[in-house]
């Protein structure tokens, strides 16, 4: 009993049992990938009699292969066009309050998430109460961690986006200004 509890079978097995409860715990990075296939590998080492490592190894490899392609396929995550990659690239998002959303809290689900299958944000209102279930507007990112936000509606939409503009070009400006200065 004790050589089944150290041999390498059980290891890998509670390893990849380990990462999959980690990531139901912490969804979103992308631990479930690694767990299926250590966990797979495990159960397969349990049934395979053979105990050696360039059995183990093999695989290990096969079914990490298997997994990433199963997963790939699968298409966990959504079309690649809805993923991004950090927290700068969520301004000019739009999703949905699932709270009221006041200058110093509430919650959104956006329609893009960060790279997980997690779409919703700890999100505050620079202009005053957002009722829950209202459509909003991502104005800045703040990084990922808090996002800021206002209503969307379809007459403050093309008055949002014309801003947005205005603030790019400024920016553009300005990064080129500093381009220029030598200090």
């Known amino acids: 009993m004790i050589e089944l509890l150290y041999s390498i079978e059980t290891i890998i097995l509670l390893l990849g049992l380990t990462l999959i409860i980690m990531e139901s715990v912490l969804p979103g990075i992308d631990l479930i990938v690694a767990g299926t296939a250590l966990l797979t590998s495990g159960i397969i080492l349990f049934l395979i009699p053979i105990s050696s490592p360039i059995v183990t190894i093999l695989t290990l490899t096969v079914i990490s292969y298997l997994t990433i392609k199963g997963y790939d396929r699968i298409d966990l995550y959504g079309p690649q066009g809805d993923k991004t990659s950090d927290g700068s690239s969520l301004s000019h998002a739009e999703g949905i309050a699932l709270e009221d959303i006041t200058p110093n809290k509430g919650r959104v689900r956006l329609n893009r998430g960060i ?3 997690n779409r919703d944000f700890q999100a505050r209102s620079p202009i005053g109460k957002i009722r829950e279930g209202t459509k909003i507007y991502v104005k800045d990112s703040g990084g990922g ?10 007459t403050k939409r093309d008055e949002l986006y014309d801003i947005r503009d205005i603030e790019d070009k400024e920016e553009k400006l300005e990064n080129k200004e500093n381009q220029y200065n030598i200090n």
């Open 145 to 154: 961690n808090v996002l800021e936000v206002v209503p969307l509606d379809d």
């Open 115 to 117: 790279g997980t299958m």
